[in-house]
T-cell receptor, first 112, second 107 residues
Framework: DGGITQSPKYLFRKEGQNVTLSCEQNLNHDAMYWYRQDPGQGLRLIYY???????QKGDIAEGYSVSREKKESFPLTVTSAQKNPTAFYLC???????????FGPGTRLTVL | KNEVEQSPQNLTAQEGEFITINCSYS?????LHWLQQHPGGGIVSLFMLSSGKKKHGRLIATINIQEKHSSLHITASHPRDSAVYICAVLGGNQFYFGTGTSLTVIP
């Protein structure tokens, strides 16, 4: 079965700690995306990558970092510089624009 | 400023009713997507449109490129249709998302 996996589903961290969210896809998609979802707001783009070893900042990249060393994997690190990290994080991928976006199940991060 | 506006924000319907959700956008786009998000948070893509109309089961999506407007219709609504419906447009290399319409269908 092809798809996108994100782990873990729920994550709790203490303030000031960096945390890395996993995103893996076996769809052979070139483009991958990280979004943040907050109550009452639309999804906001954090970072995206259209090809291995290349990525671009989205609208709210401050306090986040990513890497794209493999086509299948696009991990997101939430650093201690992110002022308000508690949110629902969604990873997505597409073959290339325009095309259907496939979403992972999401990771709900709570910073205590 | 939101590039994508949806209406209504919340919608409650009786089972069997015909439902319409609207989406207006302000950017040039190459495609528009309708997404469905269930309470657990997972998102599923329902449609991708660049023109005209698409139908899948009880769901119909239309787009008017000149008016920068799309509608999602649900015929014979059912409680299992209860979810948040999100309109997203692809402008350049980036997706822009509406804030979603929360639909509750009552038996």
């Amino acid at each position: 079965d092809g798809g996108i996996t994100q782990s873990p589903k729920y994550l709790f961290r203490k303030e000031g700690q960096n945390v890395t969210l996993s995103c893996e896809q076996n769809l052979n998609h070139d483009a991958m995306y990280w979004y943040r979802q907050d109550p009452g707001q639309g999804l906001r783009l954090i970072y995206y990558s259209q090809i291995v070893n290349d990525f671009q900042k989205g609208d709210i990249a401050e306090g986040y970092s990513v890497s794209r060393e493999k086509k299948e994997s696009f991990p997101l690190t939430v650093t201690s510089a992110q002022k308000n990290p508690t949110a629902f994080y969604l990873c997505a991928s597409t073959r290339g624009a325009p095309d259907t976006q496939y979403f992972g199940p999401g990771t709900r991060l709570t910073v205590l | 400023k939101n590039e994508v506006e949806q209406s209504p924000q919340n919608l409650t319907a009786q089972e069997g009713e015909f439902i319409t959700i609207n989406c207006s956008y302000s950017v040039g786009i190459s495609a528009l997507h309708w997404l469905q998000q269930h309470p657990g948070g997972g998102i599923v893509s329902l449609f991708m449109l660049s023109s005209g109309k698409k139908k899948h089961g009880r769901l119909i999506a239309t787009i008017n490129i000149q008016e920068k407007h799309s509608s999602l219709h649900i015929t014979a609504s059912h409680p299992r249709d209860s979810a948040v419906y999100i309109c997203a447009v692809l402008g350049g290399n980036q997706f822009y998302f509406g804030t979603g319409t929360s639909l509750t269908v009552i038996p």
